[in-house]
């Protein structure tokens, strides 16, 4: 048997197939089809959680993903433990078995539960104003327990074993939500021939027809015709259906993100098949089908396990076969919760009363109860539930007061009206108002190429829906150019009316009492809460959202947040729209990390990129660094050789013979066409329109602020052409900094702009016997110091392949930089290895190429800049052209603060005792012996050992630093203070004449 509430006959599971599983560590059977929700509600089991704060008994409230109760941890294995997964979601199989959260030692005895004795104390806002003395304990004592307790449920601590795909898809029309609406959408637009996707987080399509018993379309029971027309769909070529698949965010240019749930409904998931997967989604025209959300009844007690939604109850019933309790009252401001009593009263379950907040309401289902038998009490209201760890009974009372009575009870469903889902509209930017006469919030104004349809959308009546639907797929796909189609409109035959309902707190839970009834489930907010925080001061709604935490637990107040809305706007004394609506984010519902990394873990966390030349480095046993996404040689070392060893025999072979590194990482972009220089003018501070064709120059680029942002070299090949290059690590952002300019300040100009770091390998050949090296294997180039001078670029060809070859140096030495097309990039290496042979060159790495530039003074953007330095603060005024009217960053550079005396300085820093060699990042003070704090007046940037100089040599942002020439600083370490004297920044020929050789 699989439970013993399992109503033989109802529901649409097969009782055949059974499936066994454990709720903590108990084990019951359910069906198959079932979600873990229905197979406990089937067994009786109501008590599922405890609430985050108050600790107290917490059943199911919902069907669907709205659920904030009951969330459970879901085991498969000791690595497979998902904690706060909805038990409503949770599609059962055999073996599953889950976990409470949130209490100890046990679900029925919770030790936390003496939180709700002293709820006074955790009154809305009391993080606001406790732990603020003693200061001591703040650190000891209030933030270990803080963090200790927050949280729901349990991380997993072992790494996940699963893994999850992503896929890019695009499409004409995108359907969001298969109920009703969704459905016949995606029929109208699919008729057309246009590329549909239906989207729905359910595991069967169908929407709220899964437990609407009295709807009929095209002469069919509503679910059956939904089944139907999936089927349809599914067999038409130009349409992809998505079961499982949730909606969670909705971005610029209909772009969405949808998650779909892959095997987590399986016993024994392939090892092929992911657990989730991430479909990135661009559409033409977005059809939002997404429904509305019941609303519960705010009254003390309405959180007992055994309260739950009309629209639930129906949903277990009708599609699940389950009864969520024998004898069963409702409570009302709606119509829509008679056809849960009715559906339960036919199918054997008594219906001991309806207690319905409105006066004399009328209405064919009202009729129907009644000629049920089934007790209807009018103008009454529920003012308490009875019961502890499950409802045992209502008290019900005059709404205007009067008389109680107390109704014998082990189920509550409650409807207090349906609100329409906006939050994936919300997310596109589009503009909700407020119907007045409704009293609900509806789309309004639209930001993207979308349209709402049906219950999300203020629709009412499920033919109104289909007839807005349909027509709203065939508008849609006909605006991305599909054909008209005369298709088949699905007819509505039968289908039931709901009426609007009630916002905010009912009779009983008035600001003349303070009751715990709650507003939102998930966060224990309660009404008074949300009086308390406009009493606080807090007039807007988003201000009261924080001051309570209402909405902002993980249901993201899907079913609080109007309740809430409603409460502070009648305590403001003000309308509903004047207090305003939270901000509805993405995710809709919560994602996993799983999802969102795919297979970006482990090796394939971040692209590896590696250079043509990386064979060869890696054959010659180099170790290899990360430098952003690349894999860059850090050092080559010898037999024996320690790291120190490699480098200082590394730098010392540049400057007295010649060493190769590979350059090919830095960023290169072309910019092209008539106006290149104009753009260069405006993006660099240094002047563009003068340099020749083949001569080159340093470049600094800022942001609007005055800040470095980025440095190169930059060659002009020809009066339209710029060949730029870049740090590696800023190659991305910088590219993103000029074409942003490009569209958005400067599209008057005739420009483009191509990224081609990976199109050129770049072998830098440095040090006195470079030219050596390389002129055998040139042709057509003219490598003479007057032909070829310092800062100059030529197009030819070495070793018969086209070149660009750059005379530069970022080591101070005779230097030229090779640009080969990347295929050949290692062979034309191997050919100036072989030839550097021959005068005893050497392969340097990275650390090396640190060294010798700051002997040399010349900066690395990122080390010895931290986004607060000026071109000035790194001694490049030289840099800045004094009569340029205009470039980026002009305007921020003149900024009092960035020009007042007493800023940090790049400057050269010299131990006293040479051989002590400074850490990087560490501070620099005036006083070593002040009092602690003290007053850091720098810090170190760079910082080695430098073979060529026989010491150590550091470079340091220091305040006023160019004034302190001289001067003895010093670095407080925790083995002693290091005393520093400010040095300028050049260690190694300070006249520069190695340039030359």
Known sequence: MSGALRISGAGRLSQAKTARFSFDGQSYTGIEGDTLASALLANGVHLVGRSFKYHRPRGILSAGAEEPNALVQIVRDDARKTPNVRATVQELYDGLAANSQNRWPSLSFDVGAVNDLASPLFSAGFYYKTFMWPKAAWKSLYEPKIREAAGLGVSPDKPDPDHYSSRYAHCDVLVLGGGAAGIAAALAAAETGARVILADEQAEFGGSLRFESGAKIDGQDGFAWAQAAIARLRAMDNVRVLPRTTAFGYYAQNFVGLVERVSDHLKAPGHDLPRERLWQVRAKRVVLASGAIERHMVFANNDRPGIMLAGAARTFLNHYGVAVGKNVGVYTANDSAYAAAIDLKKAGVNVAAIVDLRDNPTCPVIDEARALGIEINFGRAVIRAGGKLRVSSMTVQPKNGGGERTIPVDAILMSAGWTPSVHLFSQSRG?????????????????????????????????????????????????????????????????????????????????????????????????????????????????????????????????????????????????????????????????????????????????????????????????????????????????????????????????????????????????????????????????????????????????????????????????????????????????????DYLQTEFPHLNVWLTSITEQWAVIAVQGPKSRDIIAPLVEGIDMSDEALPHMSVREGKICGVPTRLFRMSFTGERGFEVNVPADYGQAVWEALWAEGQKHDATAYGTEAMHVLRAEKGYIIVGQDTDGTVTPNDAGLDWAVGKKKADFVGIRGMARPDLVAKGRKQLVGLKTKDPKVVLEEGAQIVEDPKQAIPMKMIGHVTSSYWSQNCGRSIALALVAGGRDRMGDTLYVPMPNGVIEVEVTGMVFFDETGGRLNG
């Open 431 to 739: 503009k909700v108002a407020f119907n007045d006469e409704t009293k609900r919030f509806v789309p309004g104004t639209y930001a993207q190429d979308c349209v709402s349809v049906g219950a999300c959308n203020g629709t009412d009546g499920l033919s109104a829906t289909v007839d807005e639907a349909y027509a709203a797929g065939a508008k849609a796909a006909k605006d991305t150019g599909a054909k008209t189609a005369k298709g088949t409109k699905p007819k509505v035959d039968a289908s039931e009316s709901w009426s609007r309902g009630m916002l905010g707190a009912a009779p009983g839970a008035g600001p003349d009492t303070t009751v715990k009834a709650f507003v939102d489930f998930q966060n224990d907010v309660t009404a008074k809460d949300i009086r308390q925080a406009v009493h606080e001061g807090m007039r807007s709604i988003e201000h009261v959202k924080r001051f309570t935490t209402n909405g902002m637990a993980t249901d993201q107040g899907k079913t609080s947040n109007m309740h809430g809305l409603a409460i502070a706007a009648e305590t403001l004394g003000k309308p509903i729209p004047e207090v305003g609506l939270t901000t509805f984010r993405a995710p809709y519902t919560p994602v996993t990390f799983g999802a969102i990394v795919s297979h970006a873990r482990g090796p394939l966390f971040d692209p590896t990129r590696k250079t043509a030349i990386h064979p060869w480095a890696e054959a010659q046993g180099a170790v290899f660094e990360d430098v952003g996404q690349w894999k860059r040689a850090w050092y080559f070392p010898k037999a024996g050789e320690d790291m120190h060893a490699a480098v200082d025999r590394e730098c010392v072979a540049v400057r007295n013979q010649a060493g190769l590194f590979d350059a090919s990482t830095l960023g290169k972009i072309e910019v092209v066409g008539p106006d290149a220089a104009k753009f260069m003018e405006l993006l660099y501070t240094n002047p563009w329109e003068k340099l020749e064709p083949g001569r080159c120059r340093y470049g600094i680029m800022l942001r609007e602020d005055g800040f470095i942002y980025d440095d190169g070299v930059v060659g002009r090949l020809a009066p339209d052409r710029f060949h730029v290059t870049t740090t590696t690590g800023g190659a991305p952002r910088v590219m993103n900094h000029m074409e």
